[in-house]
């Protein structure tokens, strides 16, 4: 747990410092995705961190899309969460292997779905 503590405040500061494009929206959410992903699979700090670029850079690049093309209707959303997803999926499998690149994929979505229940 302390570990994790330092992981997060770490990731926290470096993103505050260096990025300050990234909303606090998609930092929380790529932060609660990598976390998940690592407490279920057992990753190690750098995994996570990987897991945690890969996972920014979907959220990150889903809103610049969704926001630069002015998509307002739940359909043309979906399309680009897909194509997202499949670019998440592919640069974890080249990192972890498919087999554990759609795992992670499947444990996001269900992070998700838990963090939209509350």
């Not at 890969?54 to 399309?79: F, G, W």
């Not at 997803?85 to 998700?112: H, I, P």
């Amino acid at each position: 747990m302390k570990n994790l503590l330092i992981f997060l405040f770490t990731v926290g500061l470096y993103y505050s410092t260096y990025a300050q494009d990234y909303t606090k929206f998609q930092i929380q959410r790529a932060t609660m995705f990598s976390t998940y992903i690592a407490e279920k699979m057992d990753l190690n700090e750098t995994e996570q961190q990987l897991v945690y670029d890969v996972m920014l850079a979907r959220v990150y690049n889903s809103n610049a899309t969704i926001k630069s093309q002015n998509l307002t209707t739940q359909a043309d959303k979906q399309v680009v969460y897909k194509s997202e997803y499949k670019n998440a999926q592919e640069k974890l499998a080249a990192e972890f292997g498919a087999k554990d690149a759609r795992k992670m994929m499947t444990l996001s979505n269900e992070a998700r779905k838990n963090a939209d229940k509350k």
